[in-house]
């Protein structure tokens, strides 16, 4: 039964994560297109990229409010980590530890059997 939560844990953070790397991708298209005139064809393919992400959460095993709530806190992490390797800026140790405290509640939330 371990395993089966284990797997479950894993591909569920691997769907958000992945959710998170669209929607995150996406909007930085749509960012570079509107705010760096970067040209259409890059707002393009954020609305492209954006409509993907928002097919992945469909494929986790929970209601919709949830799915969302949790992905929330994967967001909040994973912005954090695009800011830092794409933007080239470090966060601060608040950012860090709101970050931890949204995953905290990410497991609360997707992760304790009802």
């Known amino acids: 039964m371990s395993e089966d939560i284990f797997t479950f844990a894993l591909v569920s953070l691997g769907l958000f994560f992945l959710a998170a790397l669209f929607e995150i991708g996406g909007?930085?298209?749509v960012w570079l297109w509107l705010r760096e005139k970067k040209g259409l064809m890059i707002g393009l393919m954020g609305g492209l990229v954006l409509a993907v992400y928002g097919i992945i959460p469909t494929f986790q095993p929970a209601h919709?409010?949830?799915?969302?709530?949790a992905y929330?806190?994967?967001f909040i992490v994973?912005?954090?980590?695009?800011g830092k390797y794409v933007d080239k800026t470090e966060p601060d140790r608040y950012?860090?530890?709101g970050a931890l405290i949204a995953l905290i509640g990410v497991f609360i939330?997707?992760?304790?059997p009802r």
């Open 72 to 74: 929330g806190g994967i």
């Open 27 to 29: 909007g930085y298209l």
């Open 64 to 69: 919709f409010g949830r799915v969302y709530a």
């Open 109 to 112: 939330m997707f992760y304790i």
């Open 78 to 82: 994973s912005s954090l980590i695009w």
């Open 95 to 97: 950012e860090i530890i």
